[in-house]
């Protein structure tokens, strides 16, 4: 007999073994609940001390998300172990508690506690208590409170330490998307509907593609301190599918600087577009990636603010990829009009599951533009203080569904002017004669093997992506 068929053998065993007055598990019964209990000691994610009544230790839990939206279901797994046999009688219960005192009673929510509730426990093992919480839609609160404890014949279990007034332990205590919603708008940043497309843009740049047509766009970028007016003009878009994050930028600018031709050079020296997300809306992580009008990206991770100094985790690739059209000619002294940059960042770059249509995360969005004076910088969310980096003050990311008359990949789409001011603002640079044509220059970065690019245009050139140079 293989070592793992012994050892399955001795949980099936102890499933058996129970008292006498308790009904014995079925054969299918003790098949489903071995997984559940081991021998050997678990790795929590977030571990926890407590002792309840010096017979059952809960040794920590794991939760799959760190936000909880109202309607949705949140998994929870709790590891305990059985110090002694618990015995007759002896039950889990869960409960969720608001700051008004509004309690949710979720001690059935586990498969696992019906058929192999803490009166069958055995000293020594270890169980995995795997539960789907449920949030109603109608909930208010700024956060859900998640209580645990056991109870024996309607006598709650003493729990060694500080127990709060009702005998439970507090374990965890999860923020609630629609609440941290409220507070972040209490801030007064910006926040965008960023809609979901039926198609991908076709990633070259221009923009013009007929699906950013529902895009909602920003206002103009502000100065970056007290966000008043900028020195120039420039404001974004964004989409979303099931794959990719979609940004859209177009930028004002009469000289364009772009030197920099290595992946991961310090394109913040010169003229670029920069991107900082956090997923999480609490700083940790979050991350940034830049774009030149050159089509040269730099892309790292911070563990939270400004860590690791200088520039966080350089060697983490996002494999966005991104186009750029330049409105003129790079490095030299003839006036340019400015440029336009597209990037497609997959969600796997923040190793996340796409967002669920009602989400919210945290980004923000600036420009720097070189001049011969030195340089000056644009963001859609002031900051309050000379830094970039103050994950506080990110603009809202909300994300919505697909609007009913989205066209699909086939179905042409006049562009309206009124909702593509890009398309606009391209045409007068053209009438004022900044330039005899627009120069387009595509860029792609970071091609992904694993996943296809989203949809080039016809005959578009794939430029070679390079690796990165630290």
């Known amino acids: 007999m293989s070592r793992h068929s012994a050892f399955l053998l001795m949980v099936a065993l102890a499933l058996t073994a129970c008292t006498s007055d308790i009904e014995p598990l079925t054969p299918a019964q003790r098949q489903a609940v071995a997984e ?6 678990p790795t929590p994610e977030y571990p926890l001390d407590a002792n309840f009544g010096g017979e059952v230790e809960l040794l920590g839990v794991d939760v799959d998300r760190e936000r909880w939206h109202p309607g949705k279901t949140i998994r929870v797994t709790w590891h305990w172990h059985a110090v002694r046999d618990p015995g007759k009688g002896t039950a889990l219960f869960t409960q969720v508690v608001d700051e008004n005192g509004r309690t949710l009673n979720q001690d059935g929510n586990s498969t696992l506690r019906w058929l192999y509730g803490p009166d069958r426990w055995r000293a020594g093992q270890y169980v995995r208590d795997v539960q789907q919480l449920h949030l109603p839609e109608d909930w208010t609160g700024t956060s859900a409170r ?3 404890g056991l109870s024996r014949e309607g006598t709650r279990l ?16 999860i923020p609630t998307t629609k609440a941290g919603l409220e507070v972040r708008r209490a801030l007064g940043v910006p926040e965008i509907n960023v809609v979901q497309a039926k198609a991908p843009p076709r990633l070259d740049g221009l923009l013009d593609d007929a699906v950013w047509s529902f895009a909602q766009v920003t206002p103009a970028f502000v100065e970056t301190r007290q966000g008043g007016p900028a020195a120039f003009r420039a404001f974004a878009k964004l989409l979303w599918d099931r794959r990719y994050l979609y940004v859209g930028v177009e930028v004002e600018d009469a000289l364009l600087l772009s030197s920099h031709t290595e992946h991961d050079a310090h394109l913040w020296e010169q003229d670029c577009v920069e991107l900082m997300i956090d997923p999480d809306g609490d700083g940790k992580p979050y991350f940034e990636i830049q774009v030149s009008p050159r089509g040269v990206l730099f892309d790292t991770r911070y563990d939270a603010r400004r860590v690791p100094k200088p520039f966080g985790h350089v060697g983490w690739q996002s494999r966005a990829r991104a186009a750029v059209s330049p409105r003129g000619t790079l490095d030299d002294d003839i006036a340019d009009a400015g440029y336009a940059v597209e990037i497609a960042i997959p969600w796997q770059a923040f190793s996340r599951r796409p967002p669920a249509i009602g989400d919210t995360w945290r980004a923000n969005l600036y420009v720097m533009d070189a001049t011969r004076e030195g340089q000056r910088a644009a963001a859609w969310s002031p900051l309050g203080v000379g830094d970039f980096h103050v994950p506080r003050r990110f603009g809202i990311l909300a994300f919505e569904g697909t609007p009913d008359d989205m066209v699909g990949p086939t179905e042409p789409k006049q562009i309206s002017s009124e909702r593509m001011p890009a398309a606009v603002d391209r045409r007068e640079a053209l009438d004022r004669g900044v330039r005899e ?5 595509q860029a792609i970065n970071r091609r992904n093997p694993d996943e296809p690019p989203p949809r080039m245009p016809s005959g578009a050139e794939d430029l070679e992506s390079g690796e990165a140079s630290h």
Do not use: E, F, N
């Open 437 to 441: 044509k627009m120069i387009r220059k």
């Open 36 to 41: 559940y209990v081991s021998k050997v000691a």
């Open 158 to 173: 003493p729990l060694a330490g500080d127990p709060d007034a009702d005998g439970r332990m507090l374990a965890a205590t």
């Open 146 to 148: 998640v209580y645990v």
